[in-house]
């Protein structure tokens, strides 16, 4: 079974026979490393599934600057969700930070899905839940949390973050420049 099916099993009581059709809505996708899949103001059509590897959706600022604000992992969904649902244009970039497989759904072969296995849609209400939550915990981190408070717990929390995400892009997700980044990560080595 797929990586995306062995997701849906896990989430859904959906039958293996059901699973593999499923999964033939979705188109396999692959990206170099930096690779955009998509980029600001253009029109978001596909919600991605990551098989293998890592994707962010950030943001540039007025000067200039890259704010990451999620990741996503094998075995995680990322889009620009407003954009997608609503065919308008993205507030946010999505990028491959390593080679990057992915499964790709288009919003008319998401909606021919759910009409075929209604039961999806409450795979999806579980993964925007657990997405919706997972945000409303950093945004409470990062006003309760000193920086290397956050930085200690994003760092034991999820460890393979810490050893995959490149140091500058890691410092834009969690507010903090590159240099600081290096320094608590200098303090962390030596505790």
């Known amino acids: ?93 999505i990028q491959a930070i390593e080679a990057t497989e992915i499964m790709e759904i288009d919003r008319n072969s998401l909606e021919e899905l759910l009409k075929e296995f209604p039961q999806m849609e409450r795979y999806f209400n579980k993964i925007y839940q657990r997405a919706y939550a997972a945000s409303l915990l950093r945004v409470k981190y990062v006003f309760t949390l000193s920086k290397e408070a956050f930085y200690q717990m994003f760092s034991t929390k999820y460890p393979k973050f810490i050893q995959r995400i490149p140091q500058k892009i890691l410092a834009s997700f969690l507010g903090f420049t590159p240099e600081y980044l290096s320094e608590l990560r200098k303090k962390s080595m030596k505790k």
């Open 1 to 93: 079974m797929s990586e995306l099916g062995k997701h849906i099993a896990q989430h859904t009581a959906i039958s293996t026979d059901d699973i593999e059709k499923i999964v033939t809505y979705f188109k396999p996708q692959f990206f170099d490393k930096k690779a955009c899949l998509l980029k600001e103001n253009q029109l978001c059509k596909s919600l991605y599934f990551v098989n293998k590897g890592c994707l962010r959706l950030f943001f540039c600022d007025e000067k200039g600057n890259e704010q990451t604000i999620q990741f996503a992992l094998e075995g995680w969904w990322i889009t620009d969700l407003t954009a997608f649902h609503s065919e308008k244009l993205a507030e946010f970039s």
